[in-house]
């Protein structure tokens, strides 16, 4: 992050225009230990000079981690709150491409449902809302406004802007319409899953396995560091998530087709030696 950058964050994280997003910005920028562990994980899938897309933005840390590891980022997001923050932090980089709308299963238009207390929770699935609805930990949870935005879908993407070497989807679930939008498989890709929503995580797995994604691990919360740290193969991940503890509640599944890697190791968690 450069200094400019820094200076922008800290007048977002004091514009009262900015206040439902005061709370994601102090969680997600400034810990110089979590960008460190972010960028050591991400290193494996991304290298300088890469394409990365970023489905799902939010307010851009992800971004920040691949900008970090010299990547160039197509970052996808529909809420106009956190677009604007995104344009403000990534003002003068030229290797940032935002891109305002959702990704799905075919080009047009979706209504998206705005949780404005909580927007890293907001989400294009009407069916992830009725999930959420009396489950536990996920009280108090308010979707009180639908917007329309425009829908693309990630080949959409790949013609404009290329192929990327990864692709991070994070969309509440949204990730099955997502990847039922790429007839194509990438060297490797993330999607995140949540227990309330588990058959959304089977749909993707069966579409990317019919991709010829042949390789599987899962990090559970935010903690980016890998279950297994092999690659098991999409059954296995499928039994494994079904019995995971409704606590468990979210995590980020990452998918390889192993015949389009470059060399890489097989995961891991960065912290052990």
């Not at 917007?147 to 969309?171: H, M, R, S």
């Amino acid at each position: 992050m450069t200094a400019g950058t820094d200076t922008r964050i800290a007048a977002l994280r004091t514009d009262p225009a900015m206040s439902l997003l005061h709370r994601s910005l102090d969680v997600y920028y400034g810990d110089a230990e979590r960008d460190a562990r972010m960028d050591a994980f991400y290193s494996r899938f991304v290298t300088k000079g890469d394409l990365v897309f970023d489905v799902g933005s939010h307010v851009g840390d992800h971004i920040a981690s691949f900008r970090r590891l010299g990547a160039r980022v197509v970052a996808v997001e529909p809420q106009p709150l956190c677009l604007r923050a995104l344009r403000a932090i990534y003002a003068d980089d030229d290797q940032v491409t935002l891109v305002e709308a959702v990704c799905g299963a075919a080009p047009g238009s979706t209504r998206f449902h705005v949780n404005s207390a909580n927007p890293t929770v907001s989400t294009a699935s009407p069916d992830f809302v009725r999930a959420a609805e009396g489950a536990g930990g996920w009280e108090g949870e308010v979707w009180d406004a639908d917007i329309e935005v425009p829908v693309v879908t990630v080949d959409a993407l790949i013609a404009e802007y290329g192929e990327p070497t990864f692709a991070k989807i994070d969309v509440e679930g949204f990730e099955d319409e997502v990847l039922a939008g790429l007839t194509r498989p990438l060297p490797a890709l993330s999607f995140e899953f949540t227990t309330i929503a588990r058959p959304v995580a089977s749909r993707c797995l069966d579409r990317l396995t019919a991709l010829g994604f042949d390789g599987f691990d899962v990090a559970l919360g935010d903690d980016k560091s890998m279950t297994f740290r092999r690659w098991v193969s999409a059954t296995d991940m499928t039994t494994h998530l079904a019995a995971l503890p409704h606590g468990a509640n979210s995590g980020d599944v990452y998918c390889v087709s192993r015949g389009r890697l470059r060399q890489l190791p097989p995961p891991h968690d960065p912290r052990r030696r």
